[in-house]
Every structure is written in C-alpha cells, then in structure tokens.
C-alpha cells in the first residue's frame, strides 16, 4: 500500500486549502485515514482522521476550520482546511492504518509529507 498526498502550497492567512491523500494497492480492510502535521523540532501530531463507519476525530486546534473526508469509490481522502492560520504551517503527512489480508495484524502506513506554509 501506498500513500500519496498532493496539495501543499502556499496560503495567505484566513485563506483556504485542500491537500488529498490517495491511496494505491490492495487491502482487506480499513480501519481508518488520518492526516498529521509536524514543524522543526517538535512532535508529530494528529490534525484529523476518519474511520471506515465515516467517524471523525480533529484537533482541539483545527475543529471547526478543518473537515477530513474520505472517498471510498477513489480511495482518496481529502483534508479541507479553511480560515488558515500562520501556527497551520507544517508538513502534512496522510497516515492510514489498515489490513493487508484477513489473518494478518492492522498495520500502519505514511504518505510523504506535503508542505503548508501560511503567510503573507
């Protein structure tokens, strides 16, 4: 399995962008897609996930700005991140935990990060 997220850019506070997350391969399962963000020097954090039932969890941080969602028929989840902010700015990593086949254990997977840079 494979992760590609696309999207990244540059964005003026209070303004909008939508990074997507496709996923390639084959599995048996899922359990759900998320989407973390790290800056230099600190912790990778969770902003957003989605399980399978369409569940969703943010951040104290992005509730209310952004919406995770996931396109099962693609395979494609999608990060909606509205009213920017300049502490948004980060390498967005697309993560997925899921099962390769029936008898094996949920595993995770990362996507290459895309970079978000909120400034004037």
């Known amino acids: 399995v494979q992760l590609q997220a696309s999207g990244g850019g540059l964005v003026q506070p209070g303004g909008s962008l939508n990074v997507s997350c496709e996923a390639y391969?084959?599995?048996?399962?899922?359990?759900?897609m998320a989407w973390y963000r790290q800056v230099p020097g600190k912790e990778r954090e969770l902003v957003a996930r989605i399980t399978n039932s369409g569940a969703t969890h943010y951040a104290d941080s992005v509730k209310g700005r952004f919406t995770i969602s996931w396109d099962s028929a693609k395979n494609v989840a999608y990060l909606q991140m509205n009213t920017l902010r300049r502490e948004d700015t980060a390498v967005y990593y697309c993560?997925?935990?899921?099962?390769?086949?029936?008898?094996?254990?949920?595993?995770?997977?990362w996507g290459r990060g895309t970079l978000v840079t909120v400034s004037s």
């Open positions: 391969g084959q599995w048996f399962s899922l359990n759900h």
């Open positions: 993560h997925s935990n899921l099962k390769i086949h029936y008898d094996l254990p949920w595993s995770d997977y």
